[in-house]
């Protein structure tokens, strides 16, 4: 009976009822290998619009908002770097993250050119950092699960998101009755594994429909 009343609320007011927390400082956000990279060519530009520098403490990332602080700790010989993402990669699967022969050398990696890693978030900026203004830079992205004509099966598919612990957000459609459900805010480093939920629930990967946005909370 809450629930359908706070679902009718969500309605009425078309606010959402949940925010997707981000991950908090000093919490381990992923594990898995990591690599270095350079450049070959002076004055090559990083996907927010730098340019490269092999000397910094920097690192690619392939969702991470630009600016984002992170520590990589390097399980195998139990050294840390801490970098800031302002890059895209690795594009090689199973890696998650790519740095420069600087952090690869301070995080004990650069001979062995890979090494088992956890990443810490240190710090996640408002704004991203980027010297271009692209949906995929905002890090945070809404889903489209679906557009309902009955109230009932909307409020269905809301509880059963509801119920897999994402945040579901109702709203009614101008000019009609249909009822629209989306899942927001989810950080960009979610993203995968928010898809996984709702394809286990039932919602088709091809169906989604994934938006990215400016930061919710800025």
């Excluded at 990696?109 to 950092?129: C, K, W, Y």
């Excluded at 830079?137 to 009932?152: E, F, N």
């Excluded at 394809?199 to 938006?211: P, T, Y």
Aim: aromatic share 10%; glycine share 6%; hydrophobic share 40%.
């Amino acid at each position: 009976m809450k629930r359908a009343l706070a679902f009718m609320i969500c309605l009425l007011f078309v606010l959402p009822l949940f925010a997707e927390a981000e991950a908090q400082p000093g919490s381990i956000i992923e594990k898995g290998i990591a690599s270095w990279y350079t450049s070959d060519m002076a004055g090559s530009l990083t996907a927010n619009g730098e340019v490269f520098d092999p000397t910094s403490l920097s690192a690619a990332h392939k969702s991470l908002k630009f600016g984002t602080l992170v520590r990589v700790t390097n399980l195998d010989k139990n050294k840390s770097v801490d970098v800031r993402i302002n890059d895209r990669g690795p594009f090689i699967e199973g890696r998650i993250i790519d740095l420069t022969p600087a952090a690869a050398k301070q995080a004990g990696l650069l001979d062995s050119g890979i090494a088992n890693v956890t990443l810490t978030l240190i710090f996640q900026p408002e704004v991203p950092e980027s010297k271009y203004d692209r949906p995929g830079d905002t890090g945070w992205y809404q889903i489209q699960v679906g557009a309902y004509s009955s109230l009932l099966t909307a409020y269905s598919q809301y509880d059963r998101l509801l119920n897999a612990g994402l945040r579901p957000y109702a709203e009614q459609l101008p000019d009609t009755k249909a009822v629209r459900l989306t899942v927001r805010w989810i950080p960009a480093y979610q993203l995968d594994k928010t898809v996984k939920v709702l394809s286990a629930l039932g919602f088709d990967e091809k169906n989604i429909l994934k938006k990215s946005e400016a930061n919710p909370y800025k």
